[in-house]
């Protein structure tokens, strides 16, 4: 008699049920928050290695990343998205230009960008192709008489010579689109003294020390700290691969400095307690959150900032979009205050278009004042996390209201405006602001606005 096999093995509709309701029970407890805790803390002691091999500052590509340096320890953010990298659709944002970058790699000769991803890849694309772009789409703006730095470097284990060929054909394009934004370029110079070259490193990667000196170019070390992972995460004792990512689905709004903060306090609690606890923190670490504005430059006088700090200076004139939807008689609070009760995300974000021209007109009201040309006002624009709905809001006000120079717009001549205009504009927030992040609705309200106006 032949030996039965799996095939003919028969379990009940019952057994079937009891079967996956204990493998889902088995998966949540292994991607509990303690085990992604533990994880991200062993990630982050590659890092640290990485960082003392090579003697350069610690960069975190957000969101991800943050969670894996200690804030003492971390030199500055980037904004390098895996999407711009996938397979097909590779781009260099406009959005996100990163060029802040700029100083921190020639102040350290080079930078380390930190991130992971999750189980079964090597590294992200945001470090196998979207900083590779960036990187040699920057150089040739910047060194267009170097032709060597124009070369498009990127790791051969992950990126086949198929897919390389195809993003070189693009970097041309790219670059065009960025020449058009008009960026002052001088300063970027100053910057950087050579072209910039990435590198990669993973857990796989043998790191010793080093003290390692590059003549001809300022390395762009990507590093991906989680080690990879080819079965289940049942199978690895706990481990998680890319356990930062996804914060929404397990965090409870933690955050890296909070979990930084609270390392031996969260790692203590049985994990019953942990949402809890973490609820605390975050509204403790909520109410003690403080910055100060930022300036839109080459502006003097456009200040973005949150809606928790705005209120902090009432001598200044304020425009602040709220989260939750207020009638539009209840707007102005005073001369100098408007208040208008837009909505929470895709809602405020189609709200603003209908509330764009109140703001304008309070916006010129308040920076076009008498001597506005020798000493213009200040004007802050506020949302709830300073990122979204007030970038829109500072977008359709740099559009219409200031000269190319930063300067503001005397003359009721308006400007002709089209879509090269506005992202020219938009250049001069994601140089000032490398962490705006106006969602795609916010900005297609602004295009509709402005393209829409006589």
């Known amino acids: 008699m032949q030996n039965p096999t799996t095939a003919d093995l028969i379990f009940s509709e019952q057994a079937n049920h009891n079967f996956s309701k204990t493998l889902g029970e088995l998966k949540r407890s292994t991607l509990s928050i303690h085990n992604r805790l533990r994880s991200i803390q062993e990630d982050a002691k590659f890092a640290t ?16 990343g943050s969670w894996y340096i200690n804030p003492l320890k971390k030199g500055g953010s980037a904004y390098f998205k895996s999407t711009d990298g996938h397979t097909g659709v590779w781009k260099f944002s406009l959005r996100r230009l990163n060029l802040h ?23 992200p694309d945001a470090l196998s192709k979207t900083i590779p772009v960036w990187c040699s789409v920057v150089n040739r703006l910047l060194f267009p008489d170097r032709l060597q730095a124009h070369e498009l470097y990127t790791p051969p284990q992950v990126v086949s010579k198929t897919e390389h060929a195809q993003i070189v054909a693009l970097l041309p394009s790219f670059l065009e689109a960025l020449q058009a934004l008009h960026i002052p370029l001088d300063d970027l110079r100053s910057q950087v003294s050579k072209p910039l070259r990435p590198m990669w490193i993973t857990p796989e990667s043998q790191v010793g020390e080093s003290d390692s000196v590059f003549d001809d170019y300022h390395p762009v070390i990507c590093c991906t700290v989680s080690r990879r992972v080819f079965g289940g995460e049942a199978s690895e004792g706990g481990y998680i691969q890319g356990a930062g990512d996804d914060t929404e689905n397990w965090a409870h709004e933690l955050t890296p400095t909070l979990f930084w903060e609270n390392q031996s306090l969260l790692q203590s609690t049985p994990e019953s307690d942990l949402p809890d606890l973490i609820k605390a923190l975050v509204e403790r670490g909520t109410s003690s959150i403080a910055r100060d504005a930022r300036v839109v430059s080459p502006t003097s006088c456009m200040l973005i900032d949150t809606l928790s700090s705005c209120h902090r200076d009432d001598k200044l004139p304020t425009i602040a979009l709220l989260p939750k939807v207020t009638v539009e008689s209840t707007w102005t609070t005073s001369k100098t205050k408007l208040e208008l009760g837009l909505g929470p995300h895709k809602l405020g974000s189609r709200n603003l278009r209908t509330a764009l021209p109140r703001i304008v007109a309070f916006a010129e009201s308040m920076l076009l004042s008498a001597d506005a040309r020798f000493r213009p006002q200040q004007l802050v624009l506020c949302c709830e996390s300073g990122k979204d709905l007030s970038i829109g809001a500072a ?25 090269n205009f506005i992202r020219r504009r938009l250049g001069w927030i994601s140089t000032s602001m490398p962490d705006a992040n106006p969602s795609r609705a916010t900005l297609q309200s602004v295009n509709s606005f402005l393209m829409e106006r006589p």
């Not at 977008?395 to 009721?412: K, Y």
């Open 101 to 123: 970058l700029l100083g921190i790699i020639g102040a350290h000769d080079g930078c380390i960008i930190i991130d992971s991803t999750r189980r079964g890849k090597r590294m």
């Open 395 to 419: 977008l359709a006000i740099l559009c219409l209201l200031f000269e190319d120079d930063g300067s503001l717009r005397i003359t009721a001549v308006r400007p002709s405006i089209d879509k």
């Open 49 to 64: 290695r990485v960082a003392a091999a090579y003697g350069r500052t610690l960069i975190a590509n957000e969101r991800c």
